[in-house]
């Protein structure tokens, strides 16, 4: 009995496992009362997480109205979750193989959507903003994963973000057998993710969600800020379509109780946070 070719193939698609320092904070924030001194210890013994997590909360979007200069500072300044939620993206930043402007540009993107989430998470009120983020920097994670995979990936990543019709998980599925919010979901769940932050990546692209009331609330208000942050950055490129809104937009605005007028000054908003972040 052969065994079976989908599990064959996942096994050959490599899932960078947990960092050890991802673990080490995991284990500490699961504490009932977690304790600061600890986590900034944790993160201060690798000196180059430590330099980028201070870079990153002095930046102009996450920036306190004081710069920290210590990882400590930077906790009080912009609390535990947040600054795990960043140090899980930097880490994730590092565990996925490889270089090039592909892969720079794939990072630039997901920087921009995980700010775009947490910025209407926030405005919203729908959704923690560390959960936002991190649920933001993942959910096309098993993109770069694909591509070091099949040598013809970026063929299917452009035609799938080029049809208007077919579900673009439908197109990867067709032609590889799985799909990056499959792959992407996997690896939330081997780093301990939480479990709306895995559920929302692999269904991101399923819009059907959004009048599924059996799926969680919180895994479908993720899934329409996803939308949302989408048109943001397609209409920040200069783009007026987003293939993407056209296929789910207006179920995610149903979902956020968004009329026409408040979807359109958010998404000049988001404008202008793209702006002033650089």
Not at 15 to 22: E, K, V, Y
Not at 58 to 66: D, E, H, L, Q, V
Not at 134 to 159: E, H, K, Q, W
Not at 243 to 258: Q, T
């Amino acid at each position: 009995m052969e065994g079976d070719p989908v599990d064959a193939l996942m096994r050959s698609i490599r899932i960078p496992p947990r960092p050890s320092l991802l673990v080490d904070l995991q284990r500490e924030l699961a504490e009932t009362d977690p304790s600061p001194r600890r986590i900034a210890k944790i993160i201060g013994n690798d000196v180059g997480m430590s330099g980028a997590l201070l870079k990153l909360a002095n930046s102009p979007f996450y920036g306190a109205a004081r710069k920290a200069k210590s990882v400590e500072q930077a906790l009080n300044f912009l609390g535990v979750n947040q600054c795990s939620a960043l140090i899980t993206g930097l880490l994730a930043r590092q565990a996925i193989d490889g270089e090039g402007p592909a892969l720079n540009n794939f990072w630039d993107l997901s920087a921009k959507r995980a700010r775009a989430l947490v910025f209407t998470s926030r405005k919203l009120r729908i959704a923690p903003p560390d959960i936002a983020h991190t649920f933001g920097l993942f959910c096309d994670i098993g993109v770069p994963l694909l591509m070091n995979r099949f040598p013809d990936y970026s063929d299917t990543f452009d035609a799938a973000s080029t049809d208007a019709s077919q579900c673009f998980t439908a197109i990867e599925d067709a032609r590889h057998n799985t799909n990056h919010a499959a792959i992407g979901c996997l690896l939330a769940r081997n780093w301990g993710l939480s479990s709306d932050v895995s559920w929302a990546i692999l269904l991101h692209h399923d819009y059907r969600v959004l009048e599924d009331p059996a799926t969680d609330e919180a895994v479908r208000s993720l899934v329409a800020l996803s939308l949302l942050a989408e048109k943001g950055i397609q209409r920040y490129h200069g783009n007026s379509n987003s293939i993407e809104w056209d296929k789910g937009g207006e179920l995610a605005c149903r979902h956020l109780d968004l009329g026409p007028e408040e979807t359109a000054d958010l998404l000049d908003e988001l404008h202008e946070m793209f702006d002033t972040d650089h």
